[in-house]
């Protein structure tokens, strides 16, 4: 049984094949090397998944059971697995993930069938493997969402005698950094993934949709599921049939409903890029292939460190490197602010926001990173301004205050427009713009809104977007 993002121990197509396999069973996780030195990935991803396999590995001991952690590839590994032991059979999920996981997985089909191993993949969620368009696919969403859950009858797993195993060969040595604890993120594991359910569901859903789009009360308003759900934690199956058994006693339905219809989105976005796998580097519709060809280091420095002198982009990308989270609004306009505003490629500042992200889910992220930077061709042209944005959402500036230190001292009516303040309210501030804050990376907001929309919608009208809009259309959207 090899272990991927699917860190849980219930709601498991293939732990419970292994079960009832009759077979002796070896439970696997592997840090690979090549995926935790990749840029989509940081120290934060990996001590989530450390915690969630700690938990994981004491609830199996109990059983008298052992899952085995390494640091190896998995191509090695297996090989020299199987020279010492012989596999049968490999159990896991698909994953849906980024190219070098989907060419992992090409390299390790080959190596199995070499070998003579069967690979037994289960879905994940409700994304389809090989599907060519979407007809039907929100009724098979609801059929598998509503399905039994797949229980593993742990009390049948036979796990192999490790003393026959020569598992000396093989690193066992863990980053020290993935045992730390480090309270400013969302810790990993089921326990913490149920907590976080029930408290959503019974109580701070009460503010859900008041709070969606602020980024201060979206922190506790927000289900905060979504590392639980990327890593396996929880399946979405587990987290429908809850709401199903609970459903009497949910204080709040409007919230909850709101909610249930972004777990259908999860998977949406997730079937798109298992379906079209190259727009993690290239633009979904092609005809958007000749915008934003030249490049800005400075600029992209600056996005990326929180350093544009527009407050509200600042407060966010502060707080999403300290935090990991960062709700759907602000995330959307970050990425707004980098393509349109400063009008730089979607491609490079994805792996950072990426990294950043404690819930890096691939197939959300690309397809959410070009719906924001217009380059789907079916989605309307959505320009945040970061300056609206801000009066909107943390009205009081009390976001910003928190994650910019050096705008706390501006007063409220100008926090949002700090350059504003004339040089005696920035002596009186104790922020000089220019030196403790820096002045606005590019000095018109509107001159640059006004390009990136000209530009977009000219490109909207071409005869080349429409072509590749009829492609789209029928491969990730369903006929009416
Ligand atoms: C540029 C950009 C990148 C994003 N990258 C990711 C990512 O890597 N991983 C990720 O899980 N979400 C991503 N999102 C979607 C969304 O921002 C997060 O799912 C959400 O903020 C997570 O917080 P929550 O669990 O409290 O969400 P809730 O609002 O409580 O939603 C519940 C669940 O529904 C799903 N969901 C919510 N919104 C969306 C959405 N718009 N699209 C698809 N599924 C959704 C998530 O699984 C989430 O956990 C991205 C959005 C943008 C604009």
Same mark, same amino acid.
């Given at each position: 049984m090899w272990f991927k993002r699917d860190l849980r121990l219930q709601d498991h197509k293939p732990l419970k094949l292994a079960c009832e396999s009759e077979l002796p069973a070896f439970l696997i996780y592997l840090f690979e090397p090549s995926l935790v030195a990749d840029p989509h990935y940081g120290t934060r991803h990996w001590r989530f998944v450390m915690q969630s396999l700690l938990e994981m590995k004491d609830a199996l001991e109990k059983q008298g059971h052992h899952l085995f952690i390494c640091f190896e590839e998995a191509e090695p590994f297996f090989r020299k697995l199987h020279e010492s032991f012989e596999i049968v059979t490999v159990f896991s999920h698909e994953e849906t993930g980024i190219d070098l996981t989907f060419k992992r997985d090409i390299t390790m089909k080959k190596v199995f069938k070499e070998l003579g191993i069967s690979w037994v993949e289960s879905p994940t969620n409700a994304v389809q493997r090989g599907l060519m368009h979407r007809n039907g696919w929100r009724k098979t969403w609801n059929s598998i969402m509503y399905a039994p859950l797949e229980q593993p009858d742990l009390s049948r797993l036979k796990c192999v005698d490790l003393s026959d195993v020569s598992l000396s060969q093989f690193n066992q040595k863990i980053p020290e950094e993935f045992t730390n604890e480090d309270s400013r993120f969302q810790p990993g594991g089921i326990s913490h993934a149920h907590a976080a359910l029930e408290s959503f569901v019974y *109580?701070? #859903?009460?503010d859900y949709n008041a709070s969606i789009s602020a980024p201060g009360p979206a *922190?506790? =308003? #927000?289900?905060? /599921?979504s590392p639980y759900i990327t890593w396996g934690n929880l399946s979405i199956r587990q987290i429908i049939h809850f709401l199903k058994a609970n459903r009497e006693h949910i204080p709040h339905k409007r919230g909850v409903n709101s909610f249930k219809s972004r777990l259908g989105w999860h998977c949406h976005f997730v079937q798109k890029f298992e379906s079209e796998p190259r727009i993690e580097f290239e633009n979904l519709n092609r005809g958007y292939d000749d915008i934003r060809t030249e490049w800005n280091e400075h600029y992209f420095e600056a996005w990326k460190t929180g350093n544009t002198g527009f407050p509200m982009v600042d407060a966010c990308m502060r707080s999403v490197v300290e935090t990991g989270y960062l709700n759907f609004r602000m995330r959307a306009m970050l990425v707004s602010f980098l393509t +349109? +505003? %400063? &009008? /730089? +490629? &979607?491609a490079k500042g994805s792996p950072h926001l990426a990294k950043q992200f404690l819930d890096f889910e691939p197939g959300i992220h690309y397809s959410q990173f070009q719906m924001q930077a217009g380059t789907m061709g079916v989605n309307t042209v959505r320009i945040y301004n970061p300056i609206k944005q801000g009066y909107d959402h943390d009205p009081d500036g009390a976001f910003i205050r928190e994650w910019v230190p050096? %705008? *706390? =001292?501006?007063p409220q009516e100008l926090v949002h427009e700090p350059w504003k303040m004339s040089s005696m309210e920035q002596q009186m501030a104790d922020c000089v713009i220019g030196k403790d804050y820096p002045s606005p990376i590019i000095p018109d907001i509107k001159a640059s809104y006004k390009r990136a929309s000209n530009i977009l919608w000219s490109k909207k009208g071409s005869s080349e977007v429409k072509q590749e809009n009829k492609r789209i259309l029928k491969k990730h959207v369903k006929k009416r």
């Open positions: *109580r701070r #859903c009460a *922190r506790t =308003g #927000c289900s905060r /599921l +349109h +505003h %400063l &009008w /730089l +490629h &979607w050096e %705008l *706390r =001292g501006v």
